[in-house]
T-cell receptor, first 116, second 112 residues
C-alpha cells in the first residue's frame, strides 16, 4: 500500500520567513496530493492540493510542487505569519472511482511555529 | 457552506463497552470514510464506504469495528468492545468522485 513520509517533524521560523515542508510517496498510482492544516483539537482543513497532471500550483502565499518522477511533493509558505502556526499534514490518494475509493494516506505531520 | 457534522464531540466510555460514533456527511456525497488520530500522531485511515458497502478497510479496522449507513443520511462507526488503545480522535469524511475530502470536526473518544 501507499506510504507517505514527511519532513521535518518540527519547523520553527521567524515571521516573514519562508517555510518548506517535504513529502515523499511510494505508490506511483497516487495522483492526488492534498495538504491539510490542523490547529489544536480541530479538524484537518484543506489548504491546497495538486493533481498529478500539473507540477506546481499557487494560492497567494502558499504553493505546492510535485515531482512525479521522484515521487515527492512540497509545500511552500512565503511571508509566514504567526497565524500560520499549526500542524501541517501532507497526504496522497488515488482518484475515487474504478478500483480506488479515494482514501487518504497521511504523512506524520510537521509542527510549524512562526515566531513574531 | 455544507459541512460534515459529527456527534458527540467527546465520548467517555468504560473499557469493554460499545460505542457508536455518528456522522452526517454532506448530502450529495458518495464516498464516506472514517479516520482516527491518536493524540500527537498522524491521521490514519480506518475504512471507506461506497454504494452501501465497505470498499476498503485498514488493518486497524478489525472485527470490533463496524460501519453503517442506516437511513441514507447518517454514517456510523461502532466499536463493540472498546479497549484503552481505542482512545483517539475519530474523524468522518465525505467526498464526491473528483472533489476534496471534507472532514467533520471529530469525536474525541476516551476509554477509561
Amino acid at each position: 500500500g501507499e506510504n507517505v513520509e514527511q519532513h521535518p517533524s518540527t519547523l520553527s521560523v521567524q515571521e516573514g520567513d519562508s517555510a518548506v515542508i517535504k513529502c515523499t510517496y511510494s505508490d506511483s498510482a497516487s495522483n492526488y496530493f492534498p495538504w491539510y492544516k490542523q490547529e489544536l483539537g480541530k479538524r484537518p482543513q484543506l489548504i491546497i492540493d495538486i493533481r498529478s497532471n500539473v507540477g506546481e500550483k499557487k494560492d497567494q502565499r502558499i504553493a505546492v510542487t510535485l515531482n512525479k518522477t521522484a515521487k515527492h511533493f512540497s509545500l511552500h509558505i512565503t511571508e509566514t505569519q504567526p497565524e500560520d502556526s499549526a500542524v501541517y499534514f501532507c497526504a496522497a490518494s488515488s482518484r475515487a472511482g474504478g478500483t480506488s475509493y479515494g482514501k487518504l494516506t497521511f504523512g506524520q505531520g510537521t509542527i510549524l511555529t512562526v515566531h513574531p | 457552506e455544507p459541512e460534515v457534522t459529527q456527534t458527540p464531540s467527546h465520548q467517555v466510555t468504560q473499557m469493554g463497552q460499545e460505542v457508536i460514533l455518528r456522522c452526517v456527511p454532506i448530502s450529495n456525497h458518495l464516498y464516506f470514510y472514517w479516520y482516527r488520530q491518536i493524540l500527537g500522531q498522524k491521521v490514519e485511515f480506518l475504512v471507506s464506504f461506497y454504494n452501501n458497502e465497505i470498499s476498503e478497510k485498514s488493518e486497524i479496522f478489525d472485527d470490533q469495528f463496524s460501519v453503517e449507513r442506516p437511513d441514507g443520511s447518517n454514517f456510523t462507526l461502532k466499536i463493540r468492545s472498546t479497549k484503552l488503545e481505542d482512545s483517539a480522535m475519530y474523524f468522518c469524511a465525505s467526498k464526491l468522485m473528483n472533489t476534496e475530502a471534507f472532514f467533520g470536526q471529530g469525536t474525541r473518544l476516551t476509554v477509561v
